[in-house]
């Protein structure tokens, strides 16, 4: 935070409108970071401006149901840098690319293996783009959102590392992972379905995202076909199950992993809540450090200020940068400014993560005397 400024308000308001819609431009643009089958694959990085380095990274992993979207447009950039945190924002094989790469596959374990390919790149490049090769941390929205919580849970699986890129011995662990609402155990994504909200997505059929990213997407396959063949030696099943359990960060959760922070809209039809709601309670029985916060009346999207809130304070914190993050921007808007206090007060109205300022867990009256004491203090 740069400074505090409670005169010319709506100047300040409308100019934070205006950059909020602003596109963030690259430090470094289509950096190519591996070849997989004679298709180069990029990243574009972003630095933090007027900021002394080595920086802190956050890798940004799209969503896109693993067949679409792409690495432009990354979110979070303007907060993570005003924490002085780069933000790497990758691409990564797409199943609905096949025979792009040559003879290579698009299907799982594909993504996970250029994403970690692409954080060996960065780690082993480090020293050229002044970044902390010690404070690593992932964050990815849907598809993104899995992909981070597999590149934070699957650290020493040889399998899901594979061998993309030119940075082989190079570690691709990170130190703390951010989960939106990103699948966690495909065989259930169906069951977890419950009305309402309902389902967008028939998850066990062909046509499912899922049932694609394994490669079993033709008619009288799908995730519901392997679920029905747990247990069966025989081909393909025998590779099958396998392989989709090597996607489910369910099953993959140790508790030597790293912390991780897992954010759900209640009102998801893409992808249930009940898929983060196991994800955390294998947390718990694993003693994975983490943090699950509910947005009560998000869909498959926006979680809104409070969850998006909680998400950079735990990766402050968990991430050894806690100093950086300035609790007083409720609105996370890189200033402090009365619009800070609205943002307060809505949060107290709805128990939201900000609301709590004083650190007991609990949200009350107290915190904001703890809030107007930070604000005084500047950041």
Known sequence: MKYR??????????????HAHAQPTPTFDDMVYA?????ELMLDLYLPDDEPGPYPLVVWIHGGGWSGGSNVSPGFVRPLGSMGVAVASVQYRLTSQAGQFGSEPV????????????????????AAYNLDPDKFASWGTSAGGHLSAVLGLSGGDTFLEGDVGDHDGVDSSIGVAIDYFGPADLM?????????????????????PESKLVGWDQAGQGIGDIRMNIGNPNPPY???VPLVLSASPYVLATPQDPPIFIGHGAQDTSVPIGQSERLAE??????IVHEFVV???????????????AALRFLANHLGIGDRFCEADVNIDGRLTPADLSAWIAAFNS?????????????????????????????
């Open 282 to 287: 294998c947390c718990v029985l694993r003693g």
């Open 295 to 309: 947005s009560p009346n998000a869909g498959h999207g926006s979680l809104g200020q409070g969850v998006d809130y």
């Open 35 to 39: 070849n997989v089958g004679g298709t």
């Open 351 to 379: 128990g939201g993560p900000p609301c709590d300022q004083n650190g007991d867990g609990l949200c009350s009256p107290a915190d904001f005397s703890a809030w107007v004491a930070k604000f005084n203090r500047g950041c």
């Open 5 to 18: 400024d409670t005169h010319g308000f709506c100047a300040i308001i409308a100019t934070a409108a205006l």
């Open 188 to 208: 259930r994504m169906d069951l977890d379905v419950t009305d309402p909200p309902g389902s967008s997505i028939e998850h066990d059929a062909p046509t499912s």
């Open 107 to 126: 299907i799982w374990p594909a993504q996970i293996h250029d994403v970690k390919a692409a954080v060996r790149f960065l780690r082993a490049s480090a």
């Open 238 to 240: 025998d590779e099958l």
